[in-house]
């Protein structure tokens, strides 16, 4: 089974930076995909950024040209580098992989980490 632990959220004032990280343990499939998800308050959670393991990336426009997924597959560990932070920012930030393999796709979610844009 596959455990996602995120780290790294906190309180920062607009305008400053983050790094999120999320390291995976257990048996994942070599062809996956690490993603990052958030959820503000009354909102549907919505994807932020993504990442292959074969080296694709993707963002939402929210976050073009401030966040930057990266990823260190010998330590099955993704990152989200969060820099010009936004109020708008504020939300649970959850780490996520899907992973495919001849018998289909398993997804998994890690328990969520707190990140709060606020002067």
């Known amino acids: 089974q596959v455990q996602l632990v995120e780290s790294g959220g906190g309180l920062v004032q607009p305008g400053g930076s983050l790094r999120l990280s999320c390291v995976a343990s257990?048996?994942?499939?070599?062809?996956?995909?690490m993603r990052w998800y958030r959820q503000a308050p009354g909102k549907e959670r919505e994807l932020v950024a993504g990442?292959?393991?074969?080296?694709?990336?993707n963002y939402a426009d929210s976050v073009k040209g401030r966040f930057t997924i990266s990823r260190d597959n010998a330590k099955n560990t993704v990152f989200l580098q969060m820099n010009s932070l936004h109020p708008e920012d504020t939300a649970v930030y959850y780490c996520?992989?899907?992973?495919?393999?001849?018998?289909?796709?398993?997804?998994?979610w890690g328990q969520g980490t707190q990140v709060t844009v606020s002067s």
């Open positions: 257990g048996s994942i499939a070599s062809s996956n995909v």
């Open positions: 990442h292959t393991s074969g080296g694709r990336r």
């Open positions: 996520n992989v899907l992973t495919t393999t001849w018998t289909g796709q398993s997804q998994y």
